[in-house]
């Protein structure tokens, strides 16, 4: 009976864990970001990612992000090839999601960000898919915390080219605070 009870248990706790997966909402006073690569394109890549001066995670094809952070105007970027910032405006308690896109590079592959904007049914239709199907990916904080120290210059000397030259040569994305997610769609 004992061993019926712990399989039981482990079976039900599976099932939770599964289950537990999908969107998640923001913690209290905050927002959340779901960077997502829907497409198989440039799959084994992996794309770094920046929230302002810090470095926030990395990942590759067919995963995704979950980033939480304040709302109000942020600088979101990642870096490939090339660098490819977004800015972002964001309302506390609210969801949004970038699609991460994959572009031919003459060295490797190169990084877009998009924000998915929720008539966009197909890319919609695929990050419910990939989110539902599996947890997000998380870069441990020793690595975060490792990486922001030893990218710190190459950090620095990106935001420098961002703000003197690249914000006004380039026509970046913005994630405005109605392309939030609605409540409804999230379930």
């Known amino acids: 009976m004992k061993k019926l009870?712990?399989?039981l248990f482990f079976v039900l706790t599976g099932i939770y864990i599964v289950n537990a997966q999908g969107f998640q909402p923001p913690s209290e006073g905050?927002?959340?970001i779901y960077f997502a690569r829907v497409t198989m394109y440039g799959k084994p890549t992996s794309f770094e990612f920046?929230?302002?001066d810090q470095y926030i995670g990395i990942f590759k094809g067919g995963e995704y992000m979950r980033?939480?952070?304040?709302?109000?105007?942020?600088l979101f970027w990642a870096s490939s090839e090339n660098k490819e910032f977004i800015t972002a405006e964001l309302e506390a308690g609210n969801t949004y999601v970038v699609i991460v896109d994959v572009i031919m590079g003459a060295w490797k592959a190169r990084?877009?960000?998009?924000?998915?904007?929720?008539?966009d049914t197909e890319n919609w239709e695929r990050v419910k898919k990939l989110i539902s199907k599996?947890?997000?990916t998380v870069t441990p904080e020793k690595k975060i915390e490792k990486m922001n120290e030893k990218l710190a210059t190459f950090i620095?000397?990106?935001l420098e080219m961002y703000e003197s030259t690249w914000k006004n040569e380039h026509n970046?994305?913005?994630l405005s605070k109605e392309m939030a997610i609605p409540e409804e769609q999230l379930k």
């Open 156 to 158: 620095s000397e990106k």
């Open 172 to 174: 970046y994305k913005h």
């Open 134 to 136: 599996k947890a997000p």
């Open 50 to 52: 920046f929230h302002q």
């Open 67 to 74: 980033y939480e952070c304040d709302p109000g105007n942020q």
């Open 111 to 119: 990084v877009g960000l998009t924000p998915l904007d929720i008539n």
């Open 5 to 7: 009870i712990v399989i």
């Open 30 to 32: 905050k927002a959340v």
